[in-house]
């Protein structure tokens, strides 16, 4: 079963009572696993394109983290008695395809991009736990851990504020982001396969995403962007 639990800026729960719509636990497991090494190869290598400490310290902070989570879910899939290189190869080419286009050509813009599009993610994967039992149990406990990110969404706001172009040129970026996130979440889910047909499918997990959008839209009102 789909469920939105409660984290950071989501709230409630939203349940969608097709279990066949969530994908099968190696998929959830290695979609997110690697999720997280994507995330930590960007922000290392923002860290290594920037000369400046402070944003050297905000970047390894969420890069740190984002190991973190990483490492996580592969002890799960490890206790599992799996091997997680297996279970991340499938999804490895589309979602590296994915982080490429949300890569900016300013460092600001690929900033903006691992706190958007992570968000996002962390917040659906979270939704997808709720389907998998211990498994699930202990993968949201690691996504719930706390992404480090506050120092990049400070450099963020303070070149917000600073500038009305770069606030414009920001804006529009975030909004292209949601389309390709929305884009790897949708294809997560087994829609094509559900017992109620895909029209019945995509309005039972609309709340999920409404949801989600809803956390996204306050994420965008903190760094003074509108969504």
């Given at each position: 079963m789909l469920r939105l639990r409660p984290r950071g800026e989501l709230s409630g729960a939203v349940r969608v009572d097709f279990p066949e719509l969530a994908p099968d636990v190696t998929t959830f497991l290695g979609q997110a696993a690697y999720l997280q090494l994507g995330y930590f190869e960007t922000l290392t290598r923002l860290i290594r394109a920037t000369p400046d400490l402070a944003e050297k310290e905000a970047l390894s902070l969420a890069a740190g983290a984002a190991l973190r989570k990483h490492r996580g879910i592969i002890d799960v899939i490890r206790d599992r008695g799996d091997e997680?290189?297996?279970?991340?190869?499938?999804?490895?080419?589309?979602?590296?395809?994915?982080?490429?286009?949300?890569?900016?050509?300013?460092?600001?813009?690929?900033?903006?991009?691992?706190?958007?599009?992570?968000?996002?993610?962390?917040?659906?994967?979270?939704?997808?736990?709720?389907?998998?039992?211990?498994?699930?149990?202990?993968?949201?406990?690691?996504?719930?851990?706390?992404?480090?990110?506050?120092?990049?969404?400070?450099?963020?706001?303070?070149?917000?504020?600073?500038?009305?172009?770069?606030?414009?040129?920001?804006?529009?970026?975030?909004?292209?982001?949601?389309?390709?996130?929305?884009l790897v979440a949708r294809a997560a889910l087994r829609l094509d396969g559900a017992a109620p047909g895909r029209a019945d499918a995509e309005k039972a997990v609309e709340p999920v995403f409404t949801a989600l959008m809803a956390a996204h839209s306050r994420r965008m009102e903190a760094l003074g962007l509108t969504a």
């Open positions: 997680a290189t297996e279970l991340m190869a499938p999804f490895q080419e589309q979602l590296d395809a994915f982080r490429h286009q949300t890569i900016g050509a300013r460092p600001r813009e690929t900033m903006l991009s691992v706190h958007i599009t992570a968000g996002i993610l962390d917040d659906f994967y979270l939704s997808l736990s709720g389907s998998y039992g211990e498994t699930g149990r202990r993968v949201a406990r690691v996504l719930r851990a706390d992404p480090d990110r506050e120092q990049i969404a400070r450099l963020l706001v303070e070149t917000i504020e600073s500038d009305e172009e770069w606030r414009s040129l920001l804006s529009m970026w975030a909004r292209r982001l949601v389309g390709d996130t929305l």
